[in-house]
């Protein structure tokens, strides 16, 4: 729900300093998309009853307030060496996680990949149900173009890596369907 170049300006300070003070392989910085959905889903209920005018402004302030609130507890745990809490979360959990994290990017993705719009899949579990019945209730209006490159773009992603692995296939593929 934010601007872009919020998360492009976000990328770099905490980037920089992990790379500078970090120690740890499984934490990450910057945008990513699990970020991103749990920023929203922790913002969104916030700012969902405000009018549209103001919605967009107070949603700003909310994401810059939790990304202080996040830091600076990252700090304290830094400081307080409270790196091996990591170690206590089981395996079974961060495979849960990651895999419904995979899911709803997936699901997220799959209107865009066919090229249907007006349908944006929500992160909680009954707004998703929601958004899921009324992509299935649009599927009438998928592009062909669109869904054709998006099909043949994920299928080379998967195939084409066996022919030749020097060959930077994703760069391949992007650059291609660029000019088309």
């Not at 990450?28 to 700012?47: C, D, E, K, N, R």
């Not at 091996?84 to 990017?105: D, K, M, R």
């Not at 099909?151 to 000019?179: D, E, N």
Request: glycine share 6%.
């Amino acid at each position: 729900g934010l601007p872009a170049r919020f998360g492009l300006y976000s990328a770099l300070f905490p980037v920089a300093l992990m790379a500078l003070f970090g120690n740890l392989h499984q934490i990450s910085g910057g945008p990513t998309a699990m970020t991103s959905i749990i920023t929203a889903s922790v913002l969104f209920p916030l700012t969902a009853s405000l009018a549209p005018e103001l919605r967009e402004a107070r949603y700003i302030e909310l994401a810059i307030l939790l990304s202080l609130v996040v830091g600076v507890c990252r700090l304290a745990m830094g400081l307080l060496k409270l790196s091996s809490l990591v170690n206590l979360l089981s395996h079974p959990v961060v495979a849960g996680f990651t895999n419904a994290a995979a899911i709803v990017i997936a699901l997220s993705q799959l209107p865009k990949l066919l090229g249907i719009s007006d349908v944006k899949i929500q992160q909680e579990f009954m707004g998703l149900l929601k958004s899921l019945i009324l992509f299935f209730e649009k599927l009438n209006e998928i592009h062909t173009l669109s869904a054709i490159l998006g099909i043949l773009s994920l299928l080379g992603l998967v195939f084409l890596k066996k022919i030749s692995k020097k060959i930077p296939w994703p760069l391949v593929i992007v650059s291609v369907t660029c000019f088309i």
